[in-house]
């Protein structure tokens, strides 16, 4: 179990459906529900808005299986059939916190990720994971330059009785003219620490980077990512691809490919869109999934 899986503010979107539905989470856009339904029309997701656009709940009905392994033996496995999250706020709009419950191998599981705000530019945000045997405690710190963000850190601490072992994860975003995300990187570090024996300390290490690539009208164009192992060796990871509908900026196609560990390998999202402009239909390889806003 990795903190990049792990210690990430809990949502139901990945990277590159954040990108798509963007224009759908703005806070100015007076939609009271965005659902995402299957080729048999089964709702899959469903997320609901307050009057002002705020995002108040998402449901995640997949199935989402995960393993952990030591030498390439399973020590542990489990399944979460139902994730649903309801946003709380503040009367000046900023979140106070969120409550994920998800149905984990038939047990309902219940986590609250609260946020502080102790400067103007930094947001906090602290959680607990506890299962079984397991507790971790997580912190993620954001820190903005206006309305750029500059840089996120992530701590995860996973105590076995007295000790703990703690992860962190560091993610610096770059930026060019226009405040145009151009690279991020991202830097790890996992320390041990037991009661009474000296602390294992390893230094930050360079993990992953990533580049963003735009054409001429500045629309993004790529996205390619490295990663790097203890010695430092760079290892190809995944590569997006950004095809228009003409001189629009409706995203037609995307095409991704990812490293030898991904499978598939290759992954072609189709995009079509209503008349008024509305996200209508996406192809993810084989998969249809169709969009209703309700507004």
Not at 16 to 39: A, G, P, R, V, W
Not at 147 to 158: A, F, G
Not at 167 to 179: D, I, K, M
Not at 213 to 231: F, S, T
Request: net charge negative; with cysteine.
């Amino acid at each position: 179990m990795s903190i990049s899986s792990i210690c990430q503010t809990q949502n139901t979107i990945n990277d590159i459906e954040t990108y798509l539905f963007s224009e759908i989470f703005k806070s100015d856009n007076s939609i009271e529900e965005f659902i995402e339904l299957n080729d048999e029309n089964d709702t899959i997701r469903y997320w609901a808005f307050d009057e002002s656009g705020k995002l108040t709940k998402e449901v995640d009905f997949r199935n989402n299986s995960w393993s952990a392994s030591v030498s390439d033996q399973i020590t542990h496995e489990s399944t979460t059939y139902r994730t649903e999250i309801i946003y709380n706020y503040h009367q000046d709009g900023k979140i106070n916190n969120y409550v994920e419950t998800r149905n984990v191998d038939g047990n309902i599981q219940n986590t609250v990720h609260k946020f502080e705000y102790p400067s103007q530019d930094t947001i906090i945000e602290t959680f607990k994971i506890i299962e079984d045997r397991i507790q971790i405690d997580c912190e993620i710190i954001k820190r903005n330059e206006g309305t750029t963000l500059k840089s996120i850190v992530q701590t995860m601490k996973n105590y076995i009785g007295t000790s703990y072992v703690q992860s962190n994860q560091r993610t610096e975003f770059l930026y060019g003219q226009g405040n145009r995300l151009m690279s991020q990187n991202q830097y790890y570090a996992v320390n041990s620490y037991s009661e009474n024996v000296e602390p294992e300390i390893m230094d930050e290490v360079l993990g992953l980077t990533t580049d963003y690539k735009y054409d001429k009208k500045g629309r993004l164009k790529n996205i390619h990512e490295v990663e790097y192992d203890k010695e430092g060796k760079t290892k190809f990871r995944k590569d997006v691809n950004f095809i228009y509908k003409g001189k629009s900026k409706r995203i037609r196609n995307i095409e991704i490919n990812y490293g030898e560990n991904y499978n598939p390998n290759f992954v072609k999202y189709g995009i079509k869109y209503n008349q008024n402009g509305d996200l209508k239909k996406i192809k993810v390889n084989d998969s249809y999934f169709n969009y209703v806003i309700k507004q």
